[in-house]
């Protein structure tokens, strides 16, 4: 069973930055790993997801914004999120699963989530 554990969220104001971690264990074969949003009364939409070998994908909404890394000594995956704007406030969630994608459905690990604010 692979564990998910979310760091780095907060509040900032519009056109701020701020860094999410999400740090994986438990996990014995490659895995792809994305990050994931939701707000209330809405469905959770993909934001950016990554492959063992380094690809990255992102939503429409994010390019250019958004940027995924990994440091794959630590076991962590990280979300730098530039001019941010206050639509892009909401719970993140980081997940892992089989497949680089953008749909909640081809994950099956997900972590608590965790809050970002952004105020205009």
């Known amino acids: 069973q692979v564990q998910l554990v979310e760091s780095g969220g907060g509040s900032v104001q519009s056109g701020g930055s701020l860094r999410l971690s999400c740090v994986a264990s438990?996990?014995?074969?490659?895995?792809?790993m994305g990050w994931f949003r939701q707000v209330p009364g809405k469905e959770r939409e993909g934001v950016a997801t990554?492959?063992?070998?380094?690809?990255?994908r992102y939503a429409d909404s994010v390019k250019g914004r958004f940027t995924l890394s990994q440091d794959n000594a630590k076991n962590t995956l990280y979300l730098e999120m530039n001019s941010l704007q206050p639509e892009d406030t909401a719970m993140y969630y980081c997940?892992?699963?089989?497949?680089?994608?953008?749909?909640?459905?081809?994950?099956?690990?997900w972590g608590q989530g965790i809050q970002v604010t952004v105020s205009s």
């Open positions: 997940a892992a699963g089989r497949v680089m994608s953008l749909r909640q459905g081809d994950f099956d690990n």
């Open positions: 438990g996990y014995t074969d490659r895995i792809c």
């Open positions: 990554i492959d063992s070998d380094g690809r990255t």
